[in-house]
């Protein structure tokens, strides 16, 4: 008897033993796990939450966050896996549904995004970020009205996130409504927006607003942060070409043909520069090259020096009366 007893008190603190060990060893890889998520050590992260989910199959922060170290690392079908495996265990939980519409729109799948964005709104209404993901992902598909009312959600409730206010600027400005694309572009910048495309579009606008100082003033702070960005570079020649300042446009439009030499706005509007700043030969030069490519680019050039030049002759007879 008093072997049996011995036996069966050995058998239970094996198995308290075996648990205590589970339990901490579960610890020890989540903790490892979220460290290398957070350093963006993606293949690590995802090797200690599969020895997680060993332990404990239904983990759910194992189980969602191996489908972000899947998605970062490019892996879309084992993600969605994860993240609809994740869905079943809690849902409840917006961040999945969040990232499963993040999932679709990357694939530029607009059903399934709007799908899931749709879900994690409904899951928490008040969410700045999955509103503006689901704003985003009705503009894409040219729900602009929609997509409005959902930044607008999205505004109310941080008007100082200068994201949400890019994202509104873009929906005004595909509407035609510069204005309001202005306003919203603006107030991104002010209040910390810092990206290429926010000063891009803020130039672009300001530009069709007849605001050309404004404009160049933009376009300069977008080439600050991309210097080869060629629809930045390009849109600077076109506000000195506009505004008569030949010689500064020549330079602009050299540098947007030294990042890519095969974009023929640039060359169109460096032949028209050359041809109003008197410089024949060399406009002759760009005019053959043009030719050469495609007759369509050559005339496309002349048409531009015929508008400029009669721009420049009505300008004369309006100061003459």
Known sequence: ML??????????????????TAVDSVKVYTQKAGVALNNKLYRRALDAYTHVLRLDPDNFEATKNSGVACASMGMRDQARNW???????????????????????GEGNSIEAIKYY????????????????????????????????????????????PIVSYHLGTCFAATANLDSAEFYFEHSAENGGNVVE????????????????EAESWFKKGITLAPKHTSLLQSLGLVYFA???????I???????????????????????????????????VLSGLMAVDSALGF????IISQEQAKRKATRDQSNE
């Open 3 to 20: 072997l049996k007893i011995v036996l069966t008190v050995a058998i239970a603190l094996a198995i308290t033993t075996s648990s205590v």
């Open 83 to 105: 993240y609809l495996r994740a869905l079943e265990m809690d849902s409840t939980a917006s961040s999945v549904a969040n990232n499963l519409g993040a999932l679709y729109s």
């Open 118 to 161: 749709e879900k994690a709104v409904a899951l928490d209404s008040n969410n700045v970020l999955h509103l503006t993901n689901l704003g985003q992902e009705y503009a894409s598909a040219n729900q602009m009205n929609t997509a409005m009312s959902v930044l607008h959600r999205a505004f109310a409730l941080s008007p100082d996130n």
């Open 198 to 213: 926010l000063f891009y579009h803020l130039g672009t606008v300001k530009n069709m607003l007849r605001k050309p100082v």
């Open 243 to 249: 505004t008569g300042r030949y010689i500064e446009a």
């Open 251 to 285: 330079e602009q439009f050299r540098r947007t043909i030294e990042t890519d030499s095969t974009y023929y706005p640039a060359w169109m509007g460096l032949g028209a520069s050359y041809s109003l700043s008197q410089m024949t030969p060399q406009a002759d030069t």
């Open 300 to 303: 496309q050039m002349l048409k």
